[in-house]
């Protein structure tokens, strides 16, 4: 354990300091999201002052929403809603898009032919009037979101694990594997997985981006987490026409999720920087 | 030529000297630190001289070899000394008065001409462009030039050959076009770092010959950068051999073959003498392996056209042929991932089913494979002791300390401390030791037959004559049979004691060792034979000669 943390601190100090700010900025998240009845001043959904009240007022200093719920309650309960769903359907998509990736790779012929085909149909459909459709034909509760956002970002998921495995399959390890007569998902988690960790971690990192980004985005429009459930994506439609009176309030939640995904990117690209072996 | 003619190139005056290093030190960045490579180098060539720079990888001598154009690999820095090119100290100047020379007065021929020439551009525009771009012919001079050159180098169709791309002649054919491009500025110093290393014997004649040829006519210093002695000693006056970064030995090329002073030079001269005692002759026993007659194909493009091949107990049959030759694919074959259109692969008398996934559990641990390189036959991310340790579960069903003792035995066996080594990934390993964890893999599955593809070819001379008698060693222990798939004849005479001659798919000589190696020879095998470089300065003018006009016209 002390080795473990000993490691840590070396890696620490040798990441850059853009790094450094967006580990920062996730724990910082991360820690609003899960310690949020405790962080917040005011509950979730309720109503605490006047509607409406502009960024910078002295009691509520978020300001309040159009109906006077604290802004600054609701980012905090904001981040635990948009980032906790937007991190289960990563996952789901992770987990969906790489175990058939993999079976793609080490299966091949037919297997990658149907699964690939099949992914390039969904790929071929613009994903957000894809979701639209279909949160629009199934009601929009958060499960469904979840579920067909997951599907829908499985598809990238597979190309990129499809084509790591790909080029460890033909590696002449995993051709004595298959000689030795292992079965296949002996080679899978043994051969090809350890080997496409870091590739597959990198774009986890930038699938979670978007994936938030694009729960957002359906927030927005109306489909992605309902009401009073509080949201970044939501928050910002809902006080968007404070906009026209010259008040910031919609700009407090878009800065959040211009920060996390920042953030996200800034750590991502130190991993692949470190792992890529792109050193010097 | 001159100077080695003239006798001590030494003597030669002073202002006779094209590059002179002094002390020269390269670091290179390892774990965020710099490491010295190169230990203080002093190193002297004269105009019109050819120097020879040997030894094995890690020797620093491609690192020194590229110091000569003022150049340090990325990751890599020049840390002191000095080297004088013509008056010039390119360790002191200017990034831009370097580039300059390069190119113009100091060019470069690297060993893979694949990976050196841009893909995209036709061969022509890329050897018109350095005389273009420094300004000292126009383009169509350049051109009229490099075609010269083409002809020169003796490739075939000079005025047409410069409209291919790249993909669109051979290796050999390639590499004759980078050394046309590295003598387009008409530079008085080139490099050619291994320039022959990737190519096949009889394809290395030529680019050697034509290379040879063109270097005397223009009077151009080259640095001649290899590791195969044999090869150097054709080409070079001097040789210097390299060992760690530390000179240690120089001398003309005729003093330091006939006459090395230090073991390791000594060592290097003689690695071609290892010899297998021979094995009497016994027909009786029902062979280990047999191909019969077997066609195999990629898609529609046929392969292998009606092989066959026999395989005795405890004995070695060394398949041996030019790349594209089928040599491989047979193994393919006989492993069962290339299940072949016609004929069939018996193994001690049962034909085996032609796909690897339809054979049994024993019938897969009975053949295994070493490969050609280590460094991808061994998943990086495994330690020696699951590498080793798996197929002793999977076959074997050894767990525990069982299987920790069995894979201590069998690190000893190859000859490798157990202690030591048990707990290293991949990563860790030289690549002598990769093979060797490679060679314990296969012999954990306790296996009959065991196919070696081009084991040696990845590792240096020593490395790989040390690879071959632990191999030699554990046939006698064990009563392994080799099938020894190789492109080097002095491997198979080195261990052989059948010798299988491939062309184009085709089996076109066999018989034993001798067979093959005494007169007369089949048409193939003795272009073969006798491509293969002597430990004789003389042997490639001499081979030349005896070829004659033939040879010169071949080549397409």
């Given at each position: 354990?002390?080795?473990?943390?000993?490691?840590?601190?070396?890696?620490?100090?040798?990441?850059?300091p853009t790094a450094l700010f967006g580990l920062l900025v996730i724990i910082t998240i991360l820690l609003a999201g899960?310690?949020?009845?405790?962080?917040?001043?005011?509950?979730?959904?309720?109503?605490?002052?006047?509607?409406?009240?502009?960024?910078?007022?002295?009691?509520?200093?978020?300001?309040?929403?159009?109906?006077?719920?604290?802004?600054?309650?609701?980012?905090?309960?904001?981040?635990?809603?948009?980032?906790?769903?937007?991190?289960?359907?990563?996952?789901?998509?992770?987990?969906?898009?790489?175990?058939?990736?993999?079976?793609?790779?080490?299966?091949?012929?037919?297997?990658?032919?149907?699964?690939?085909?099949?992914?390039?149909?969904?790929?071929?459909?613009?994903?957000?009037?894809?979701?639209?459709?279909?949160?629009?034909?199934?009601?929009?509760?958060?499960?469904?979101?979840?579920?067909?956002?997951?599907?829908?970002?499985?598809?990238?998921?597979?190309?990129?694990?499809?084509?790591?495995?790909?080029?460890?399959?033909?590696?002449?390890?995993?051709?004595?594997?298959?000689?030795?007569?292992?079965?296949?998902?002996?080679?899978?988690?043994?051969?090809?997985?350890?080997?496409?960790?870091?590739?597959?971690?990198?774009?986890?990192?930038?699938?979670?981006?978007?994936?938030?980004?694009?729960?957002?985005?359906?927030?927005?429009?109306?489909?992605?987490?309902?009401?009073?459930?509080?949201?970044?994506?939501?928050?910002?439609?809902?006080?968007?026409?404070?906009?026209?009176?010259?008040?910031?309030?919609?700009?407090?939640?878009?800065?959040?999720?211009?920060?996390?995904?920042?953030?996200?990117?800034?750590?991502?690209?130190?991993?692949?920087?470190?792992?890529?072996?792109?050193?010097? | 030529?001159?100077?080695?003619?003239?006798?001590?190139?030494?003597?030669?005056?002073?202002?006779?000297?094209?590059?002179?290093?002094?002390?020269?030190?390269?670091?290179?960045?390892?774990?965020?630190?710099?490491?010295?490579?190169?230990?203080?180098?002093?190193?002297?060539?004269?105009?019109?001289?050819?120097?020879?720079?040997?030894?094995?990888?890690?020797?620093?001598?491609?690192?020194?070899?590229?110091?000569?154009?003022?150049?340090?690999?990325?990751?890599?820095?020049?840390?002191?000394?000095?080297?004088?090119?013509?008056?010039?100290?390119?360790?002191?100047?200017?990034?831009?008065?370097?580039?300059?020379?390069?190119?113009?007065?100091?060019?470069?021929?690297?060993?893979?001409?694949?990976?050196?020439?841009?893909?995209?551009?036709?061969?022509?525009?890329?050897?018109?462009?350095?005389?273009?771009?420094?300004?000292?012919?126009?383009?169509?001079?350049?051109?009229?030039?490099?075609?010269?050159?083409?002809?020169?180098?003796?490739?075939?169709?000079?005025?047409?050959?410069?409209?291919?791309?790249?993909?669109?002649?051979?290796?050999?054919?390639?590499?004759?076009?980078?050394?046309?491009?590295?003598?387009?500025?008409?530079?008085?110093?080139?490099?050619?770092?291994?320039?022959?290393?990737?190519?096949?014997?009889?394809?290395?004649?030529?680019?050697?010959?034509?290379?040879?040829?063109?270097?005397?006519?223009?009077?151009?210093?080259?640095?001649?950068?290899?590791?195969?002695?044999?090869?150097?000693?054709?080409?070079?006056?001097?040789?210097?051999?390299?060992?760690?970064?530390?000179?240690?030995?120089?001398?003309?090329?005729?003093?330091?073959?006939?006459?090395?002073?230090?073991?390791?030079?000594?060592?290097?001269?003689?690695?071609?003498?290892?010899?297998?005692?021979?094995?009497?002759?016994?027909?009786?026993?029902?062979?280990?392996?047999?191909?019969?007659?077997?066609?195999?194909?990629?898609?529609?493009?046929?392969?292998?056209?009606?092989?066959?091949?026999?395989?005795?107990?405890?004995?070695?049959?060394?398949?041996?042929?030019?790349?594209?030759?089928?040599?491989?694919?047979?193994?393919?074959?006989?492993?069962?991932?290339?299940?072949?259109?016609?004929?069939?692969?018996?193994?001690?008398?049962?034909?085996?089913?032609?796909?690897?996934?339809?054979?049994?559990?024993?019938?897969?641990?009975?053949?295994?494979?070493?490969?050609?390189?280590?460094?991808?036959?061994?998943?990086?991310?495994?330690?020696?002791?699951?590498?080793?340790?798996?197929?002793?579960?999977?076959?074997?069903?050894?767990?525990?300390?069982?299987?920790?003792?069995?894979?201590?035995?069998?690190?000893?066996?190859?000859?490798?401390?157990?202690?030591?080594?048990?707990?290293?990934?991949?990563?860790?390993?030289?690549?002598?030791?990769?093979?060797?964890?490679?060679?314990?893999?296969?012999?954990?599955?306790?296996?009959?037959?065991?196919?070696?593809?081009?084991?040696?070819?990845?590792?240096?001379?020593?490395?790989?004559?040390?690879?071959?008698?632990?191999?030699?060693?554990?046939?006698?222990?064990?009563?392994?049979?080799?099938?020894?798939?190789?492109?080097?004849?002095?491997?198979?005479?080195?261990?052989?004691?059948?010798?299988?001659?491939?062309?184009?798919?085709?089996?076109?000589?066999?018989?034993?060792?001798?067979?093959?190696?005494?007169?007369?020879?089949?048409?193939?095998?003795?272009?073969?034979?006798?491509?293969?470089?002597?430990?004789?300065?003389?042997?490639?003018?001499?081979?030349?000669?005896?070829?004659?006009?033939?040879?010169?016209?071949?080549?397409?």
């Amino acid at each position: 354990m002390h080795a473990l943390l000993d490691n840590t601190w070396k890696v620490l100090r040798t990441a850059p300091p853009t790094a450094l700010f967006g580990l920062l900025v996730i724990i910082t998240i991360l820690l609003a999201g899960l310690f949020a009845p405790w962080l917040a001043p005011y509950g979730e959904t309720q109503v605490v002052g006047p509607p409406s009240l502009p960024v910078g007022d002295d009691e509520f200093f978020f300001g309040t929403d159009e109906i006077g719920r604290d802004m600054f309650s609701r980012i905090i309960y904001g981040a635990r809603n948009t980032v906790g769903i937007a991190f289960l359907t990563t996952a789901l998509a992770f987990s969906l898009g790489a175990v058939l990736g993999l079976l793609a790779a080490v299966k091949g012929r037919w297997v990658d032919q149907v699964l690939g085909r099949l992914v390039d149909i969904l790929m071929a459909i613009p994903p957000l009037i894809f979701a639209l459709l279909i949160l629009t034909i199934t009601g929009t509760s958060i499960m469904n979101m979840v579920l067909v956002i997951a599907v829908l970002d499985s598809t990238r998921v597979f190309r990129i694990t499809r084509a790591s495995a790909m080029n460890i399959g033909v590696m002449e390890f995993v051709e004595a594997a298959r000689l030795r007569g292992e079965g296949l998902w002996w080679i899978i988690r043994h051969e090809i997985l350890p080997n496409i960790t870091a590739p597959l971690a990198a774009e986890f990192g930038l699938r979670f981006c978007f994936v938030f980004l694009f729960i957002s985005a359906l927030s927005f429009l109306g489909l992605g987490i309902q009401p009073p459930t509080a949201d970044w994506g939501s928050m910002v439609r809902q006080s968007s026409n404070l906009l026209a009176f010259g008040q910031l309030n919609p700009l407090v939640p878009a800065l959040c999720i211009a920060l996390l995904t920042v953030s996200v990117n800034f750590v991502v690209d130190w991993f692949l920087y470190r792992t890529s072996g792109l050193k010097d | 030529m001159t100077a080695a003619t003239d006798g001590h190139a030494s003597e030669a005056s002073e202002g006779d000297v094209l590059l002179r290093m002094r002390g020269l030190r390269i670091e290179g960045r390892a774990d965020e630190e710099w490491l010295e490579i190169v230990h203080g180098i002093d190193l002297e060539l004269h105009r019109g001289e050819v120097l020879g720079l040997i030894g094995e990888s890690g020797a620093g001598k491609s690192t020194i070899g590229l110091a000569a154009l003022g150049y340090a690999r990325d990751g890599c820095r020049i840390s002191g000394g000095e080297i004088w090119f013509d008056g010039v100290d390119l360790a002191r100047i200017s990034e831009g008065k370097r580039r300059a020379l390069r190119g113009r007065r100091i060019a470069y021929v690297a060993q893979s001409a694949a990976a050196a020439f841009n893909p995209a551009h036709r061969l022509i525009d890329q050897c018109v462009e350095a005389p273009v771009r420094h300004g000292l012919l126009d383009r169509e001079q350049a051109e009229r030039e490099a075609i010269d050159l083409f002809r020169k180098l003796q490739l075939p169709n000079p005025e047409t050959i410069g409209q291919r791309f790249p993909h669109q002649v051979s290796g050999g054919q390639l590499q004759r076009v980078m050394v046309a491009m590295a003598m387009a500025g008409r530079p008085d110093l080139i490099v050619f770092d291994e320039p022959t290393t990737a190519l096949d014997v009889t394809t290395q004649i030529e680019v050697m010959a034509a290379v040879k040829k063109v270097v005397e006519a223009h009077g151009t210093a080259a640095i001649y950068v290899t590791h195969d002695l044999a090869v150097v000693a054709q080409m070079a006056d001097r040789i210097i051999v390299l060992r760690n970064g530390h000179v240690v030995e120089q001398g003309d090329t005729r003093g330091i073959l006939e006459n090395p002073q230090e073991d390791y030079t000594r060592a290097l001269v003689r690695v071609r003498e290892l010899r297998k005692e021979r094995m009497e002759a016994d027909d009786t026993d029902v062979p280990v392996l047999e191909v019969a007659n077997v066609t195999a194909a990629y898609g529609k493009d046929p392969v292998l056209v009606d092989v066959s091949m026999t395989v005795p107990k405890q004995r070695t049959v060394a398949v041996v042929g030019e790349s594209g030759s089928g040599k491989s694919t047979t193994a393919r074959v006989i492993t069962g991932l290339l299940p072949p259109q016609k004929g069939s692969i018996r193994f001690h008398g049962n034909t085996l089913p032609s796909a690897y996934f339809k054979r049994t559990k024993d019938q897969l641990r009975q053949i295994q494979m070493i490969y050609q390189s280590p460094d991808t036959a061994l998943n990086p991310k495994h330690s020696v002791r699951d590498v080793i340790g798996r197929p002793l579960t999977f076959y074997l069903g050894l767990r525990g300390r069982k299987r920790e003792e069995r894979v201590r035995e069998l690190l000893s066996l190859i000859e490798l401390d157990p202690d030591q080594f048990i707990d290293r990934r991949a990563t860790e390993l030289s690549g002598g030791q990769k093979q060797r964890v490679c060679i314990a893999r296969a012999l954990a599955a306790d296996p009959q037959l065991v196919i070696c593809d081009e084991v040696t070819s990845a590792l240096d001379q020593l490395v790989g004559e040390e690879i071959l008698r632990l191999l030699l060693r554990l046939q006698k222990e064990f009563g392994l049979s080799y099938l020894f798939i190789t492109h080097d004849l002095a491997t198979v005479r080195a261990i052989a004691d059948h010798v299988v001659v491939m062309q184009h798919g085709e089996v076109v000589d066999s018989g034993t060792r001798d067979e093959i190696f005494t007169p007369p020879h089949h048409e193939y095998t003795e272009l073969l034979l006798s491509s293969v470089p002597e430990m004789d300065p003389d042997w490639l003018d001499r081979l030349l000669a005896e070829r004659g006009e033939e040879f010169r016209d071949r080549g397409i």
